[in-house]
């Protein structure tokens, strides 16, 4: 496709169980990146792919939270032993390398019940 | 480490009053800046950016300037409307390539 695309679009899941989340970047773009956010809260960073670097993943909150990339392809976040404070809309984004814009995905509407 | 300062919202103006919303960064290096906007209920848009001092972005009527010597890329529209209403996030690209965003500005235009 086109643009960056997300799935699942919805996820509702039980408190404790693991969830993966899939963004498949626009092709061609070597920079990948994952926010969190909250309702009526701005963007929380995730972590940052670019090329064969190693990932920045400065922003996890904590180690429930891992996330992967095959090579300049899709990438999937998982969240471990879920929490409800995980809820929140998750956000990925990709560029072309360097100081290009980043387009998003709609996202994922994570709820933990 | 670098950061992005946005003003607090929500921002309450009348149809076709004029719009600024600040924003001002700290970065080493010279960062790409951006505008972004996220309509209610839709995803995030690229509205607008700057890749060095002194260029100005523009799009739908809003314009900012990339001010090196402010650390400032403060947006603006001069006739605001309804469907402007949104919020708006000021972000900018540092040296590494890592995108960060300000808390986001909430727009709400009164017809």
């Known amino acids: 496709g086109a643009g960056v695309s997300q799935s699942p679009s919805n996820k509702v899941t039980e408190k404790g169980k693991d969830v993966e989340l899939r963004c498949d970047p626009i092709s061609g773009h070597t920079a990948l990146y994952w926010y969190r956010q909250r309702l009526g809260q701005g963007l929380e960073f995730l972590i940052y792919f670019q090329g064969n670097s190693a990932p920045d993943k400065s922003g996890l909150p904590s180690d429930r939270f891992s996330a992967e990339r095959t090579g300049e392809s899709v990438s999937t976040l998982t969240i471990q032993r879920t929490q409800q404070e995980d809820s929140a809309v998750y956000l990925c984004a990709s560029s072309l390398q360097g100081f290009s814009e980043a387009f998003f995905g709609q996202g994922t509407r994570l709820t933990v019940v | ?111």
Not at chain 2, 6 to 29: H, K, R
Not at chain 2, 47 to 60: E, H, V
Not at chain 2, 87 to 110: E, M, P, Q
Request: neutral net charge.
């Open chain 2, 1 to 111: 480490g670098d950061s992005v300062t946005q003003m607090e919202g929500p921002v309450t103006l009348s149809e076709e009053a004029f719009l600024t919303i600040n924003c001002t960064y700290t970065a080493t290096g010279y960062p790409s800046l951006f505008w972004y906007v996220q309509y209610p209920g839709e995803g995030l848009q690229l509205l607008l950016k700057a890749t060095k001092a002194d260029d100005k972005g523009s799009n739908k009527g809003f314009e900012a300037t990339y001010r090196k010597e402010t650390t400032s890329f403060h947006l603006e529209k001069g006739s605001v409307q309804v469907s402007d209403s949104a919020v708006y996030f000021c972000a900018l690209k540092d040296s590494s390539y890592k995108l960060i965003f300000g808390s986001g500005t909430r727009l709400l235009v009164r017809p």
